[in-house]
Nanobody, 123 residues
Framework: QVQLVESGGGLVQTGGSLRLSCAAS????????MGWFRQAPGTEREFVGR????????IYADSVQGRFTISRDNAKNTVYLEMNSLTPEDTAIYYC????????????????WGQGTQVTVSS
């Protein structure tokens, strides 16, 4: 059994910052990739970025490149999403996801998902 629990969402003004956390528990050994996705009302789930557990290498969607940073703490089985210079377009439910495979941007490739945390950016 694997559980992913996101936290850290909330309401922030344009230009502000938030840090999301994703704590993994259960059978987490063998995780290869942790990803962050987001979904705004009426839209499809969108890739935000991902990090490799072993190397820490990251990639990001163009829309967040330079503003968002993903990091991990292997000892705590936790992944973070640091979000800066937020705009109303970043408003969405943010999900973390995990895969035991080397995957990147495609949501169906991730086996495990958290319940999501709401991020709202006011103008």
């Amino acid at each position: 059994q694997v559980q992913l629990v996101e936290s850290g969402g909330g309401l922030v003004q344009t230009g502000g910052s938030l840090r999301l956390s994703c704590a993994a528990s259960g059978r987490t050994s063998g995780f290869s990739t942790m990803g962050w996705f987001r979904q705004a009302p009426g839209t499809e789930r969108e890739f935000v970025g991902r990090i490799r557990w072993s190397t820490g290498s990251t990639i990001y969607a163009d829309s967040v490149q330079g503003r968002f940073t993903i990091s991990r703490d292997n000892a705590k089985n936790t992944v973070y999403l640091e979000m800066n210079s937020l705009t109303p377009e970043d408003t969405a439910i943010y999900y973390c996801a995990a895969s035991r495979s080397i995957v990147s941007i495609r949501a169906p490739m991730y086996e495990y998902w958290g319940q999501g945390t709401q991020v709202t950016v006011s103008s």
